[in-house]
């Protein structure tokens, strides 16, 4: 995962004394590995619907979380998790109903062949998990993974996830494609390329006597660069990978729980059916929860060969926070508002264009919008440097986004699902006057 947005040591000078032992502190217990966002960090101590909360008590526009999506510390989800606390926390080998109402719940919200669920902590685990049951069932270990995907950090997932750096080295069971973009690629074109590319992988695979086992896509392509249309552009590719045997597996980690407007699960725009699909991030508005939804048949395929335990996957509390939060979402019709609000913003975003050449496109599905920063709209140069630059103008304007993409030129707007006009009205500002002033 690139960290475009990213805060390095240089920044330090502008931080104040307190800030700077915090990092230090945090450097010195943590180490390296773990990054901060924003040239001057973000010190949150509280959360509260679509608002963060720093330690002076100053408040800034979510617009960026895909955890907290149905918003910060939300009072149903906290409740149900105290009730349950209260009440017994155990694991998945013991009888007990909560796991079974949610799994009801949470399968209604698929298609009828998706028909089995099972449950991690995390993304990562959850593609782990798919990962294996894919290599089970079809005897084979290639995968086909987009050329700058994310997709985890357990050691097979990482691996499948170049957008780490180059610290990645393809397996040799991997092979990648290009992400359908059809800002670069063209929109009538993107999805014959993304076809062709998926031909070509499987049968460079075969030639190398490598046996095609998946296709592992982020839905919405974050990763790569926000990439939301044209609907239907992965179609022709998939249909392609399956009929060669292959497993597709929808990672639905980021474009999943109405994320993406009217659908409850991103990968119903691109006319697919996957075989597995992969939960996790909004899943528990924050408490850790994630897991995979697949095809009985395949899933039952690797449950009779192998035992699985996961001690704190589908624990009583993590299914209550998660009943809840599908609760909240059905019962407060955040598809619909996704879908309307998410409108109103590209509509707004786009407007936004005609004022600021730097911007090049803006693109979007719902609630998750990338807007594309070039230097020369003709050329498409992209504008990293400015991107960065507006991320961090925003944040000290008090509404917070990212960047993304592999030319690190893309705001990555993810605004919480409760996002009403006034927000997205702050938001379009906020990106107006960072423009003005930050490229
Ligand atoms: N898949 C995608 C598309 C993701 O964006 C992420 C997390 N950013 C993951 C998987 C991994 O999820 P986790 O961090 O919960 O392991």
Redesign the pocket.
């Known amino acids: ?1 690139s960290m475009i947005n990213g805060f390095t040591s240089e920044d330090a000078t502008r931080l104040s004394e307190t800030e700077r032992r915090l990092i230090e502190r945090r450097e010195r217990l943590l180490g390296p590995a773990y990054r901060l966002f924003y040239e001057r960090p973000l010190h949150t101590v509280r959360g509260e619907g679509v608002w963060l909360f720093d330690e002076q008590g100053r408040r800034y526009l979510d617009a960026y979380n895909n955890v907290a999506s149905i918003g910060h510390c939300h009072p149903q989800v906290v409740e149900a998790m105290y009730r349950q606390s209260l009440q017994l926390n155990t694991h998945t080998r013991y009888l007990q109903e909560g796991i079974l109402d949610y799994a009801e719940q949470l399968l209604g919200t698929f298609s009828d062949d998706l028909d089995r669920v099972m449950f991690t902590c ?4 959850a ?1 782990d998990l798919a990962l294996r049951i894919a290599r089970q069932y079809t005897g084979g270990t290639g995968v086909i993974i987009t050329r700058f995907a ?4 357990t050691g097979d997932i990482a691996e499948l996830s170049p957008s780490l750096g180059p610290c990645i080295v393809l397996p040799e069971h991997v092979r990648t494609v290009r992400a359908p973009d059809a800002y670069r690629l063209g929109a009538d074109n993107v999805a014959s390329i993304f076809a062709a590319d998926v031909r070509a992988a499987i049968d460079d695979m075969k030639k190398h006597g490598i046996r095609p086992a998946a296709i592992m896509l ?1 839905g919405i392509f ?2 790569d660069g926000v990439l939301t249309g044209p609907e239907g552009f992965l179609a022709e590719g998939i249909a392609l990978a399956q009929a060669e045997g292959m497993l597709y597996i929808a ?1 639905e ?2 474009p999943g729980f109405a994320r993406t407007g009217l659908n409850m699960w991103g990968f119903t725009r691109h006319d697919v059916r996957p075989d597995i699909v992969t939960l ?2 909004p899943m528990g508005n924050g408490q850790p929860i ?1 897991g995979i939804v697949g095809r009985s048949e395949v899933v039952d395929h690797f449950g009779k060969n192998m035992r699985y335990f996961n001690t704190f996957g589908g624990n009583p509390v993590s299914c209550a926070a998660g009943k809840a939060v599908l609760d909240v979402i059905q019962q407060d019709q955040l598809q619909q508002r996704s879908h309307d609000i998410g409108k109103y913003l590209l509509e707004g975003l786009t407007r936004l264009s005609a004022r600021h050449e730097i911007i090049g496109d803006v693109r979007g599905a719902g609630l998750f919008i990338g807007i594309e920063l070039v230097t020369d709209r003709s050329s498409k140069r992209p504008a990293a440097e400015q991107a960065r630059r507006v991320v961090n103008h925003m944040r000290e304007n008090g509404v917070l986004i990212s960047a993304a993409g592999p030319l690190e030129n893309v705001l990555k707007v993810r605004p919480l699902l409760t996002f009403t006009t006034e927000h997205a009205d702050i938001l379009i500002e906020a990106v107006d006057s960072a423009m003005q002033h930050a490229t």
């Open positions: 995962m995390t993304g990562s685990e593609n994310y997709h985890g950090v982020d974050s990763s990672d980690v980021q996790g991030k994630a």
